[in-house]
């Protein structure tokens, strides 16, 4: 059985079919009375497999669709979806959507976004890698990555790996002549595993996301690093409470900014549900921290020429010399706040978090003696006051060495106040997301037992 689920020349058939059913919907919209419309449909398709101690446990196949309308009678908005593309549940959907709209209040600033920033260029980001894997190869795959990592001594059982191969196709258009057509892929390779002594059993896990199978790390290196992570978390402590430095690996590092990036974002900015209100030219982070929105990365794991409402993306700078630049606005939230859209309608394309030159082992010597944090949790995230506390394990590290694992701990401080005190941020950028950051260190936080 193949899990090639589309040639590229089978991909455009099938984009062009959505962008003809989205433009007929269009005109249906506006024999229907109404001022706007705006179109959304996608194709999602996937295998997945996965495998636990040498045994298949699951086969999947998917083939997700959705189809929304969103119409404007004036100021009055209506939106409908479904996820059946035959003409009849197309036609339903748009009466559903025309007649909501009818019973809707007026809300000023409903409404497409402004015509003159439809985007006019769409160059090839490279997104589009089909990965031609049969399901057999694919458990054979899980099978070697979970194998690699239970031949580490010292592993003493599995929670299972997985392999998945995955498609999207997307087309947005509306009521000002804008079609726009996405297509991208995205695998992903991870396992997870378990180990035990007399202290416990802990669990870790590792993977690996890429939009091309050729880009994967070596499979065997994903279930050697969950090995080691599992392991080197044996013997792990608490600690009593203190202040101290706070390392956050790169793949929690990207967290703090993911905050940040809720923070400045429109919807909580007209809600007034934000601890940055009105921080727009203000200093948020050091000066040597510059945050820069990059929608052409090739290969970017949120790559794209326009936003959910067609607007044309650009790059540039969210934060400058740690001076927040801009906010992240949809053209909603721009009108509710007086402002215009900055093309991130459906959230922010490629955050890259400038870096100095320290790698991992001399961002630890940076460190000194404090706390290394591989893992939060929880959902101790105050986005109106700021306020942070979180539950973490790591490790303790003295003089720039890591001395032994830590757990049941919570990590406290405001956000702000994090922000402000960054020391350093490190060359280890992690690349399996759309914010790409290496580690970061923060002067001073609190950090308490459990």
């Known amino acids: 059985m193949s899990a090639q689920i589309a040639t590229k020349d089978a991909s455009g058939t099938e984009l062009d079919r959505l962008a003809q059913v989205a433009e007929d919907v269009l005109r249906r919209c506006k024999a229907a009375g109404a001022d706007e419309a705006e179109v959304a449909a996608s194709v999602d398709v996937g295998l997945s497999v996965s495998v636990r101690l040498g045994e298949t446990e699951t086969i999947e196949h998917t083939r997700d669709r959705s189809f929304g309308v969103t119409v404007y009678f004036g100021k009055r908005k209506g939106s409908a979806s479904t996820a059946d593309l035959n003409a009849d549940s197309i036609a339903t959907t748009v009466e559903q959507a025309c007649a909501i709209a009818r019973y809707t209040e007026a809300d000023p600033a409903s409404g497409l976004a402004d015509a003159a920033r439809m985007a006019r260029h769409f160059p090839d980001f490279d997104t589009w890698h089909p990965w031609d894997i049969s399901v057999e190869r694919a458990i054979e795959l899980g099978i070697e990555i979970e194998d690699a990592g239970r031949s580490i001594a010292g592993i003493t059982n599995s929670e299972g790996a997985s392999v998945q191969a995955g498609q999207a196709l997307a087309v947005y258009a509306n009521s000002h002549g804008f079609t726009g057509r996405e297509r991208g892929t995205r695998h992903m390779l991870s396992v997870s595993l378990l180990a035990e002594d007399e202290a416990g059993m802990q669990s870790d896990h590792w993977y690996d996301s890429v939009r091309a199978a050729q880009d994967f790390v070596p499979a ?47 919807g909580a900015l007209y809600r007034k549900a934000s601890f940055l209100l009105d921080a727009r030219g203000t200093r948020i982070l050091p000066d040597f921290v510059d945050l820069i929105e990059d929608p052409f990365l090739p290969r970017g794991h949120a790559s794209a020429a326009f936003d959910a409402e067609g607007v044309e993306t650009t790059r540039s700078a969210l934060v400058e010399g740690g001076v927040l630049r801009r906010y992240l606005l949809s053209s909603y939230s721009a009108r509710r706040l007086g402002l215009e859209s900055t093309g991130n309608a459906g959230g922010v394309h490629n955050l890259i978090v400038r870096s100095g030159s320290d790698d991992f082992d001399a961002m630890l010597r940076r460190l000194g003696t404090g706390l290394l944090a591989t ?59 759309h914010v790409l950051c290496g580690s970061i260190l923060v002067e001073r936080m609190t950090v308490a037992g459990g």
């Not at 992570?229 to 790169?250: D, E, I, K, M, N």
């Not at 956000?415 to 992690?430: C, F, P």
Request: one cysteine or more.
């Open 220 to 266: 065997a290196h994903i279930g050697r690093k969950a090995a080691e992570r599992v392991l080197s978390r044996l013997g792990a402590q608490s600690l009593t409470t203190r202040q101290c430095p706070v390392l956050f690996a790169p793949e929690v590092a990207r967290g703090l900014i993911g905050h940040l990036l809720s923070a400045v974002s429109g």
């Open 375 to 433: 893992q939060v949790m929880g959902q101790g995230v105050n986005g109106v006051t700021g306020d942070y506390s979180r539950g973490a394990a790591g490790f303790w590290v003295e003089n720039g060495v890591i001395q032994y694992p830590v757990e049941e701990i919570t990590i406290a401080a405001n956000l702000r106040d994090v922000y402000a005190n960054i020391v350093a941020i490190g060359n280890d950028v992690d690349p399996r997301s």
